[in-house]
Structures are given as C-alpha cells and as structure tokens.
C-alpha cells in the first residue's frame, strides 16, 4: 500500500505524498479560485475530471463484458453482468462502482484496429470500501475480432487508501519513439479530500511494442500535481506543477530522448487589513530534464518520481 506521511516544503515538491485540496463548500471554493486561480489550475482540472469520469470510463470499449470474457475464459460473470470474478478472489468490475474504477478503453489512433485495454485486477478478499488492492492488466486488442495481442500484468497499480484513485485513462500522444515504434501512455489521477493539507498527483506511465510484445519503457513519472497546507479560510502555503513531454532528435540505444519540460508554481494567500483573502503568487519556475533509453526503460528523475503503489 501507499505510506501515509507528509512533508511539505515551499516551492519544492512534496516528498511521501497523500494529500489533495478539494473544495467541498461554495464559499471555500469562490475564495481559493477568486484569489489563487494560477495555483489551483491543476487542482480544479483534476476535481472536475474525477468528477465526470465515471460516465465516461468504458470510453470506446463497446461490448467490455464480451471483451473480458475472450480476454479472461475462466471468469464468471456476476448474476447482474456488471462484473466478473477470478479464483480465487479476483473481481473484475466492467464499469466504476463504490469508487473502484472499471475497465477502461481507448482507440490507438497509431494503430487504430488495435484497442487498448486497462483491466482492474481487484483482491476483494483484501479490498474494503477505504482502501483497494489490485493490479492493472494491459491488452492490446483487435478491434473487430476482440482477440487478445499483447498484455502485461501491472502489479499494485490498483493499490490506493487515502491517495485514492479517481481516475484512470489512456494517453494516446504521439510518443514516437524509433520508425515504426509509437508508444501510448497510461494516466493515474490520485487524491485525497484533506482540506488543511491537500495534495494531488497525476502519474504517467508509458508502454511500446517490441518484439511481439508490449513492454513498459516509462515507469511512473509524475505530470501534474498540488498541495501544501492551509487553514480552510484563506491563508496557506500551496504549490502545483505542470510537465510537458516532447520527442527529441536525439537518440539512446534505439529510442529517441523524452525532453520533460517542469513547470512550478507558488502560492501563499492570507487575509489582508480589510479581511480579504488575497492571493501572493510566487515567481514561475520551469525546469527541463532529458530522458535517455538505457536499452531497457527511460530513469525517471528523482525529482518527478511518481508516488510507489
């Protein structure tokens, strides 16, 4: 499971993270985005994602219970068909329910009769409704024929307690990485409903074929993120961040480097002589970090790594 703790440094990333600032009163809310609307960009982006996401998470998977079943032979369908079970105690959940998310689906527009598939791999014996265990299974698989290419076993990605996962998506960029090999992203939204101690994190992880067969190459790097400590009226110390990724010419044992563009940014609100919250913006930091292919995946950079399931 994710370690609970919490370090919080200003205009440095948080270290043991687990906290995320979402607003549960209108008031609250108004103030933070009227005075603050630069820090809690990312904040506010990732809320309303998690928000809407569970109308959404079968994205374009069509007939997911028919696709499971190919997938998994073995599995039994539950008697309402909103899920399947493994032996022993594997649940496999079509679409979200009691905030585990479902199986979600995406068109590979690089390879677009090919759909890439993300299957939740719960341990109900060991889940409750506070905390889940599990892994991911990615497939790849042929769109009209619901034949099963390529997958690979995820493990603990599933895993959450207080960082929860609010959403899981496909990110289909054009990650190329050599002629003839486009890789495709994987995205993990986390949070936590502290209103004192935010904290939120989305982690990318990317994922090429080689070989025949489908491979991780990007292990957790983190692309966006908030938090810091508040006390709920106005004044705190916050900070968010934001990450671009481009090819670059470049090149390392075959794959072209990643240039990871960071950009930081500061807030310290506080209530003023007249008793409005105002927002003290800090200057914008940008960082770049180069990833190179060391023949097996890109290192992640200390700074960017994303939190351990």
């Not at 890439?116 to 409704?129: E, N, R, T, Y």
């Not at 966006?224 to 044992?253: I, K, R, W």
Request: proline share 6%; glycine share 8%; aromatic share 6%.
């Amino acid at each position: 499971m994710r370690k609970l703790g919490y370090e919080f440094v200003p205009g440095r990333r948080v270290t043991r993270r687990h906290f995320v600032h979402v607003p549960n009163s209108q008031t609250e809310g108004a103030a933070i985005v009227k005075n603050s609307m630069r820090i809690l960009l990312c904040a506010v982006s990732l809320a309303l994602a998690a928000s809407l996401w569970p109308a959404h998470a079968a994205g374009d998977c069509g007939d997911a219970a028919a696709m499971v079943q190919q997938a998994y032979p073995k599995a039994r369908k539950s008697t309402d068909g909103a899920s399947f079970t493994l032996d022993p105690h594997t649940s496999i959940v079509l679409l979200p329910l009691d905030d585990t998310p479902g199986v979600v689906c995406k068109v590979w527009p690089s390879h677009d009769d090919l759909l890439l598939v993300s299957v939740p791999l719960i341990d109900s014996a060991k889940s409750s409704d506070d905390e889940h265990y599990g892994d991911i299974e990615l497939l790849v698989v042929d769109r009209k024929t619901l034949q099963v290419h390529q997958r690979l076993l995820q493990p603990r990605l599933m895993n959450d307690d207080a960082i929860a996962i609010r959403k899981i998506e496909f990110d289909t960029g054009r990650y190329v990485l050599a002629s003839g090999v486009t890789a495709f992203g994987l995205r993990i939204d986390m949070a936590n409903h502290s209103q004192p101690d935010p904290f939120s994190e989305t982690d990318l992880r990317l994922y090429a074929i080689a070989g025949g067969a489908l491979h991780a190459v990007l292990d957790g790097l983190v692309v966006a993120d908030y938090g810091g400590e508040g006390d709920t009226n106005c004044a705190g110390s916050f900070h968010s961040s934001q990450v671009s990724l481009t090819m670059s010419p470049a090149s390392h044992h075959g794959y072209h480097d990643i240039v990871v563009v960071e950009r930081s940014d500061t807030d310290d609100p506080s209530v003023d002589k007249n008793g409005e919250c105002q927002s003290h913006p800090g200057k914008s930091v940008s960082r770049t970090y180069r990833l190179r292919y060391d023949g097996g995946r890109y290192p992640v950079p200390d700074e960017l790594k994303a939190l351990e399931p």
